[in-house]
DNA sequence: CTGAAAGCGCTAACAC
DNA sequence: GTGTTAGCGCTTTCAG
């Protein structure tokens, strides 16, 4: 794939060839690319015929340099493969477009490449206007973010211990939701599969899971960690299903997650929910149909993505930044959780 | 979400300001700036410090107006939340940026919008050099398309009729290859549950099923039509449920409705494998952890994306285009399947 | 090795 | 209503 920069780029016709074939000059053709009122409807005509015929359009470039605006904003993904950072990625390229803005992808691939100061710090280069970083649920935001000093930057995350913008779901009060639901229910052993050591999210889940618990008088068995992957809610759900002493209840961190531990379940032959109660987060698109219909815990991501971009076009405005914002999720009760089994 | 225009962007430091603050001239900048050798070391060291302390950054928008080129490649997308067109735009970001381009989402709210003038034509103000169109399962390719003619183009959908530069996995191979494994397991009344009217993805997959039952001397029960939808999927397979004779297999043209039509299965206590064979399609991340794992036809989207990708760099580079691509599929044997019942 | 000049395509500000 | 001028930040070209 070579990227010959000699090759000259298709010629397109400039402002200067529309006045040119219009009989007119470069500004009257700009007054109507840009619509404004004075102009006199035939000459109007005739350059919206010049154009036509050229096959005019506007130079984006040129208008950027002038205005020293992109009217873009720049999305840093580590993965994309992460339902969240698909739905949140989703949300803020609507959101933007509604503002006029476009959304330029900025895939890191090794997030090592944070911490190298060149490689983060040509963010700045990239034709964009602000960044918002969706974090990694798999990676922990680097300290040397500070490398961005100079374009606003909004994060997608749940470490409010660093000194940025953040916005995420309010997974604290999802996680003691789910919890709740189950203790309701009669659970008293509840295991948590919670995600990996270095993700935010499974670590506020997990602490807020830890609380509940405890607030409960209950005593929580040891955490499992699994990767985010269902292929390791199986591995998880398998030695869960191999301890001597069942729980009668799993919370798994997310949807995908507690698939994995179901199916491991089902290997069993463990009745859900007769026997053993489920329950996931994320409340992913198909949960509804998981067998059995998963309860979990719904998270907002277009909200997060809307509210992201809405944060972020506010602070490239020069406006005062709101405090961090955290969206509130919801319980989705399905068929999967019901009252803890007596024997 | 206002976007005052009037507000000057936070200024930044110009080659000029570096110039200045370095004591030489702003060429001298640039070609440190562009790391060219004729430049005195120590007069590139303070020019360095210069930029550093001024925390200067190329402007992009310039080297655009003036190079004729972004380095951008923009995406048409519809709705990014299916699966294929998910990872196919990763593998297309992937692709950009190691070519050192970025990739621009051009997220198209209304399908319809495709077939204004206006709407699509401003597609080629964009900052890019050429545009990859993923089309939506959902959506019918626009007539209209002939409105990008100036930007290289390239559409990853299954339409060969078009006269475009097509990147698509192979349908048509995908499915003979899952309807031929049920025969060859020895079922004969196979029902398929396809994807939209619309779908040209759908109709390839129908087809190509229809054809090999057919090569097969089986009959095949009349279509049904989901909307790829695992609800979908859910619906269609209470109807297959509710019917007199049951097929004893089902042939799902993905992998979200299979696990609907799955679900639905198990809600009539019908056992998969045992009683009723299920095959899905796209290899869903998830397909392996599905109760029962899904057997499956895996399609290659991360090379799909990169063909995309290349194919759409040398059209930019003025190379001719090369044919269609189409990237084979290959069945994933799971444990939904199984020899039919004899019953 | 370094600098000065010109111009990429567009539009704001000012003529007429 | 319309045209002219100037300049956004950068790089290519040509002089020194």
Do not use: C
């Not at 405890?214 to 191999?242: E, H």
């Amino acid at each position: 794939m070579t990227n010959d920069l000699s090759t000259p780029p298709r010629s397109r016709a400039s402002i200067k060839d529309v006045a040119a074939h219009a009989g007119v000059s470069a500004q009257t053709v700009s007054r109507v690319a840009n619509s404004q009122s004075n102009v006199r409807p035939d000459t109007r005509d005739r350059v919206m015929a010049s154009m036509k015929v050229l096959g005019y359009r506007p130079n984006s470039a040129a208008r950027n340099l002038k205005s020293g605006r992109f009217r873009s904003i720049g999305v840093v993904t580590f993965n994309l493969t992460t339902l969240g950072n698909e739905r949140t990625l989703d949300a803020v390229a609507e959101s933007a477009a509604e503002a006029g803005y476009t959304t330029t992808l900025l895939p890191v691939l090794d997030p090592t490449q944070l911490d190298v100061a060149g490689a983060f710090g040509r963010l700045e280069e990239q034709a964009v206007d602000g960044i918002i970083l969706i974090m990694s649920a798999q990676v922990e935001a680097p300290e040397k973010l500070q490398l961005t000093a100079g374009l606003p930057l909004v994060i997608v995350d749940s470490d409010g211990s660093q000194p940025y913008n953040i916005v995420d779901t309010n997974q604290e009060q999802g996680a003691r939701l789910a919890t709740q639901h189950l203790i309701d229910l009669g659970h008293q052993k509840i295991v948590h599969v919670s995600g990996p050591e270095s993700s935010f999210s499974a670590k506020r889940r997990r602490e807020a899971f830890l609380h509940t618990m405890k607030a409960a008088n209950l005593q929580a068995p040891p955490v499992l960690l699994g990767d985010w992957t269902a292929a390791s809610g199986i591995v998880l759900g398998r030695q869960i299903a191999a301890s001597s002493q069942p729980p009668t209840a799993v919370f798994a961190a997310n949807d995908q997650m507690a698939l994995g531990v179901m199916h491991a379940f089902h290997e069993k032959g463990w009745q859900i929910p007769g026997y053993v109660s489920v329950v996931g987060f994320d409340d992913a698109e198909d949960a509804a149909a998981y067998w059995p219909a998963l309860t979990s815990v719904h998270q907002n991501f277009g909200e997060v993505g809307k509210r992201a971009t809405a944060l972020l076009l506010s602070m490239i405005d020069g406006q005062d930044a709101p405090p961090n914002e955290l969206i509130p999720t919801n319980l989705v009760v399905r068929d999967s959780t019901a009252p803890a089994r007596t024997s």
